[in-house]
């Protein structure tokens, strides 16, 4: 019985636009932690939400940069 190759689960085509889409998703994230901290006033200001906004563009940022690099070629 021979072994199966590693597979990526996701198709080398998709790569690009997988890139395009959470890269642009995470800097709209981004942009709205930035407008959020820049127009409320430090007593109006929600950890939670600073925290959770956060966390999600850096999710986004974090997986469209691994894509792009996918889709460039350089294989991590």
Do not use: H, N
Not at 41 to 64: C, D, N, P, Y
């Amino acid at each position: 019985m021979a072994p199966k190759p590693i597979t990526s689960p996701v198709p080398d085509a998709w790569y690009p636009t997988l890139s395009v889409v959470m890269l642009s998703v995470g800097l709209l994230f981004t942009a709205s932690f930035f407008i959020y901290e820049a127009t409320s006033s430090r007593k109006s200001r929600s950890l939670a939400k600073e925290l959770t906004t956060g966390a999600v563009a850096s999710v986004f940022l974090g997986f469209g940069s691994l894509f792009l690099l996918l889709a460039s070629g350089v294989y991590v």
